[in-house]
């Protein structure tokens, strides 16, 4: 699944249009926000646009916001040079993270015949589930630190620091002889490192691209999709040849070279630290306004969307850990359950694509219906499965889920972008990636709880599928919410502030006209 995390195709700055000019004196046009969204002076449209969907777009803050109001301090990203190779290194890391955060179906069946071992263990499947639940959940939990971490200290130092915990976690993770180590070293390390150096990735391309964005957000996050096709494959092998321990070790490969990787984000913004520390290269922490901005959770609209999406995901990622487990009791090993994983992985990549390009069609907050639409399907793809009883029907489900699922992920951010405007979105971002995790770190393992004392995963899959239908019910409201909020803001009477501003240059306009007057009188005579 490349979750959220992996992303978000950017929508071009189409705001609303200005306010009609007062009757009466001309008043000089101020800047304004309307929904959230930056306004430049003289400009017709917002600063800044969102990052891609998987993706954290706080490149719209970092980078968009300084460069798209003309006269506003900050470099123009350079479209190329350099770049490229951000780009490149941001792919292999979306790739890496969820290349094995996705294959974790495979590595989840291993898991059960090593720490199994003849053992009649009730509750195994139940145990094991927790190590891949929370390590993705764990991705997803610290996006809200990572983005406030990455604002402090920059790109690089984060993502190269994250890199080198998670192989930490993974190494580690290839030592221990029981179930109950891997929470920790596999299910918390390993995933905060993933988390630590995917996000920078998302971030430091707004850095280098604004014009491109699009097409360069495009190819990063095919990444996952590349690693989810090849890696189950190759794991299999290993794993059939060298065991499940140095299958661990050689995916450290993966972070190792992600750790080189993330010394190629050369920043081009000034982070927060050298904003704050000046010349002297002290630092003080900013205001906590600026470290955290809740007022996003006062649009209602944002609101329903951020408590709306976690609660379809209980089930979203149940597919992912159980489904290779479920093939195996059901098919034995006549079948080659890591094609699965192929067709998702690759449905998946042509869901973003396809639905990506649809989304720019779409105005306004009305993409949410892209998310119910794409809620719907995932569930009942998800009670599907188990009516499956044909190798080949299954491989039909996972097609469908796949490219639905793609759907999901690549309207993320534009759907942000339309609730709470470019200046406030890579936070919002990040708080629904931490909502996130909780319902997908708990859902696996109450299927696999399921599991252990039905002997099959038929009543996990069904209700697995419940929660992305009511999910995507609950997300219908927002596009009918969006518009009423809309019709209120432009009602509102105009603040005190700017009332005083006009106030004063129809004063000085008057002023000037009633001293021509006295001038013409003057020279009259």
Known sequence: MAPMSEQLAPQGAGGPAAAAPLNGPAVEEQPRRENGGEWCPGNGSPAAASGESGAQPGAAREAGGSAACPGSAGPEPPEGGWGWVVMLAAMWCNGAVFGIQNSCGVLFVSMLQLFGGGAADEQLAFKTAWVNSLSMGMVFFCSPIVSIFTDLFGC?????????????????????????????????????????????????????????????NGIVTAGSSLFTVSLPFLLRVLIDSVGLYNTLRVLCILLFVLFLAGFTYKPLVSNTKDKEGGKKGKFRFPPEKKICNFSVFKVLSYRIWAFGIPAALFGYFVPYVHLMKHV????????????????????????????????????????????VASFLFIGLMSMMIPLCHAFGSLIAVCL????????????????????????????????????????????????????????????????????????????????????????????????????????ENERTLVSDTTEKSVKEMESGF
């Open 328 to 371: 195996k009791d059901r098919f034995g090993d006549s079948v080659p359950e890591e094609v699965l994983l192929l067709c998702l992985g690759i449905t998946s990549g042509v869901g973003r694509l396809i639905f990506g390009r649809v989304a720019d069609y779409i105005p306004g907050a009305k993409k949410v219906y892209l998310q």
């Open 400 to 503: 469908f889920m796949g490219l639905f699922d793609g759907c999901f992920i690549c309207i993320m951010a534009p759907i942000a972008f339309e609730l709470v405007g470019a200046q406030d979105v890579s936070q919002a971002i990040g708080f629904l990636l931490g909502l996130m995790s909780i319902p997908m770190t708990v859902g696996p393992p109450i299927a696999g709880l399921l599991y252990d004392h039905l002997g099959t995963y038929d009543v996990a899959f069904y209700l697995a599928g419940v929660p992305p239908i009511i999910g995507g019910v609950i997300l219908c409201f927002i596009p009918w919410v969006h518009e009423r909020q809309k019709l209120k803001e432009r009602a509102k009477p105009v603040d005190g502030e700017t009332t005083e501003k006009m106030l």
């Open 156 to 216: 690089r130092k984060v993502a190269v620091i994250g890199a080198a915990v998670g192989f930490a976690g993974l190494l580690s993770s290839s030592f221990v002889s029981t179930i109950e180590p891997l929470y920790f070293t596999y299910g918390i390390l390993f995933a905060c490192g993933c988390s630590f150096a995917y996000q920078p990735s998302l971030v430091i391309l707004g850095h280098y691209f604004k014009k491109r964005l699009g097409l360069v």
